[in-house]
């Protein structure tokens, strides 16, 4: 519960005003309720007691229309004003939470950032902060609203109609209503776990299916898959059938509790206007309140179904936004050496946590303006592993590693990704255009430059294409869709020598190139950047050709 409040309290932060604009309408429109019921239930009984008394000529009937007309039309303004500031207040603090959440992804470790790439993780992290969409709107601003509606309700029938009501219908909501909404928030856990287990395993199962639909075609095996995937659906409908279910026994359980609350708020009333100790108009409005305050309770009840996938939901989302910081640097890393390599690597090593043998080790090397360092070895030994500790992805088990005399840990990270860039061996796309995608390697306020974009394409022998495409606005699909894998590649390798790195490391830079496109790319990347060294890692021998020596990791 600790986790909810805490991010319940940061949703809040940002958009506060109009959060605490829209709990003070919530109020009033469950306020209003209450009294528009209330009045009218007096004003029906008090206009009945005029007539049998023969003193209906004399009774007022206009103000007390006109305060049933003005509460109608008021508690419907106040109800789009509390959804018009709430949503919007929600939708807001929504999309900041994103944004921290993106921001403690990136402060995560390289190796835990590859594992979020995965489709499973991604549609978990957006169900997380959709399950999230919930707690304002579903279960603090309800919570808080209908709380303070009982504390008024007390307060007013305390006064109208005295203690005696007033106490009974507070404590039977209390402890009847409350009753039930713990009921279901424990019953509805385990369902509600299931329904998101289902939903996840639709989404997962649905990509995987359209991705390999042609593969499963031709093995024969799309039919089975579409069934797997027919499965979860059933599994999903059949927890939500359950939380319907419960939800219709909890609603007994309230519609009981109601009725309680409003037979009690009429024997005490109807006790007392026996007595003569208020009107018979008067006890009614007991009855009638006790009646409209179901409807602040009511509220709460799908949030507390959902509760428990809140909760889930808040602790993967608060573990991933409470990130720490990357170190900054203590030690200043001091000005360049001019006469220091570009790049200068010393007895490096590199083993993962909890394991005894490193990945690689003893790697030492230096790299000279216009350079190739090619890195070779079996497969498994550690070669892409070892440019992501060269790009400061991750830091090295043991051993020293400089750009231009520094430290590279000193380095804090700006200046470090303007003096080195890595292109992966799966690089990303973006559903945009060919200059959008381009300008994700310049800082955030610079300006894409056209001579320079169609320089580095046509250094990767990209150029006709993009022309053919319409131009730099050509637009891709998602992740790239329109290129094939070798054209997304080599768009990548442009978008990085666009930064005109001092270093740049390359992971299998002409994978899915024909010999002689792959020459043209290499060939071309070192035209474009004469001075730049090049730290190459690839199964391809003829790329070996191109590197000015190498270097076999054991």
Same mark, same amino acid.
């Given at each position: 519960m600790k986790t909810l409040l805490t991010l319940a309290w940061r949703l809040i932060a940002d958009q506060k005003w109009s959060f605490l604009r829209g709990l003070a309408l919530s109020f009033l429109v469950l306020a209003m309720g209450a009294a528009l019921l209330g009045l009218s239930g007096w004003f029906v009984t008090a206009a009945a007691v005029a007539g049998i008394s023969g003193l209906g000529l004399d009774f007022d009937f206009f103000r007390p229309s006109a305060g049933v007309r003005g509460l109608a039309l008021g508690? %419907?303004?106040? &109800?789009?004003? /509390?959804? $018009?500031?709430?949503?919007?207040?929600?939708?807001? +603090? #929504?999309?900041? =939470?994103? @944004?921290?959440?993106?921001?403690?992804?990136?402060?995560?470790?390289?190796?835990?950032? %590859?594992?979020? &790439?995965?489709? /499973?993780? $991604?549609?978990?992290?957006?169900?997380?902060?959709? +399950? #999230?969409?919930? =707690?304002? @709107?579903?279960?603090?601003?309800?919570?808080?609203?209908?709380?303070?509606?009982?504390? %008024?309700?007390?307060?007013?029938?305390?006064? $109208?109609?005295?203690?005696?009501i007033g106490i009974a219908v507070f404590l039977i909501y209390f402890f009847g209503a409350g009753f039930g909404l713990i009921w279901v928030a424990r019953a509805a856990r385990r369902d509600a776990r299931a329904a998101e287990t289902a939903l996840q395993g639709i989404r997962r199962r649905a990509l995987e299916t359209m991705r390999a639909r042609a593969d499963l075609a031709i093995a024969g095996q799309l039919e089975e898959a579409t069934a797997r995937t027919l499965a979860e659906v059933e599994a999903d409908a059949l927890a939500r059938r359950n939380l319907e279910a419960l939800d219709r026994r909890v609603a007994a359980v309230i519609a009981a509790t109601t009725a309680l609350a409003g037979a009690t708020a009429l024997a005490i009333?109807?006790?007392?206007?026996?007595?003569?100790?208020?009107?018979?108009?008067?006890?009614?409005?007991?009855?009638?309140?006790?009646?409209?305050?179901?409807?602040?309770?009511?509220?709460?009840?799908?949030?507390?179904?959902?509760?428990?996938?809140?909760?889930?939901?808040?602790?993967?989302?608060?573990?991933?936004?409470?990130?720490?910081?990357?170190?900054?640097?203590?030690?200043?890393?001091?000005?360049?050496?001019?006469?220091?390599?570009?790049?200068?690597?010393?007895?490096?090593?590199?083993?993962?946590?909890?394991?005894?043998?490193?990945?690689?080790?003893?790697?030492?090397?230096?790299?000279?303006?216009?350079?190739?360092?090619?890195?070779?070895?079996?497969?498994?030994?550690?070669?892409?592993?070892?440019?992501?500790?060269?790009?400061?992805?991750?830091?090295?088990?043991?051993?020293?590693?400089?750009?231009?005399?520094?430290?590279?840990?000193?380095?804090?990270?700006?200046?470090?990704?303007?003096?080195?860039?890595?292109?992966?061996?799966?690089?990303?796309?973006?559903?945009?255009?060919?200059?959008?995608?381009?300008?994700?390697?310049?800082?955030?306020?610079?300006?894409?430059?056209e001579d320079a974009a169609w320089a580095a394409l046509r250094a990767v022998a990209l150029d006709e294409v993009i022309a053919g495409r319409g131009g730099l606005g050509a637009m891709l699909g998602e992740g790239g869709g329109g290129l094939s894998g070798g054209q997304a590649k080599r768009l990548a390798l442009a978008r990085a020598a666009l930064r005109q790195p001092k270093v740049l490391l390359l992971d299998e830079p002409t994978e899915g190139l024909d010999p002689a496109t792959?020459?043209?790319?290499?060939?071309?990347?070192?035209?474009?950047?004469?001075?730049?060294?090049?730290?190459?890692?690839?199964?391809?021998?003829?790329?070996q050709a191109f590197a000015t020596r190498s270097i076999a990791l054991r």
């Open positions: 508690r %419907a303004a106040a &109800r789009y004003g /509390e959804r $018009l500031l709430t949503h919007d207040a929600t939708l807001r +603090a #929504l999309a900041d =939470l994103r @944004l921290a959440l993106m921001d403690g992804v990136a402060r995560r470790p390289h190796e835990a950032q %590859a594992r979020l &790439r995965g489709a /499973e993780a $991604l549609n978990r992290l957006t169900s997380d902060v959709d +399950a #999230l969409d919930g =707690l304002l @709107l579903r279960l603090v601003l309800p919570f808080l609203a209908g709380g303070m509606a009982q504390l %008024a309700a007390l307060g007013m029938l305390w006064w $109208l109609e005295g203690e005696a009333g109807g006790q007392m206007a026996a007595a003569g100790q208020i009107t018979p108009a008067r006890a009614a409005i007991g009855l009638f309140v006790a009646l409209a305050l179901a409807e602040s309770v009511l509220l709460l009840r799908r949030g507390m179904a959902e509760i428990g996938r809140m909760q889930e939901a808040g602790a993967r989302v608060r573990d991933l936004t409470d990130t720490p910081p990357r170190p900054v640097p203590e030690i200043p890393a001091g000005p360049a050496d001019p006469q220091a390599p570009l790049l200068e690597a010393r007895a490096l090593s590199f083993a993962r946590p909890g394991s005894t043998r490193p990945v690689f080790e003893d790697l030492s090397f230096t790299l000279r303006p216009g350079e190739t360092l090619f890195l070779t070895g079996p497969s498994g030994a550690g070669k892409s592993t070892a440019l992501a500790v060269l790009a400061g992805l991750m830091p090295p088990g043991s051993g020293t590693l400089s750009i231009e005399g520094r430290p590279l840990a000193q380095l804090p990270e700006p200046e470090l990704r303007r003096h080195l860039t890595m292109v992966p061996q799966r690089s990303q796309l973006i559903g945009g255009s060919i200059a959008e995608n381009l300008a994700l390697a310049l800082p955030a306020d610079g300006a894409l430059d792959a020459r043209t790319t290499l060939t071309g990347l070192r035209a474009l950047l004469p001075e730049t060294g090049f730290v190459i890692v690839s199964h391809r021998s003829p790329d």
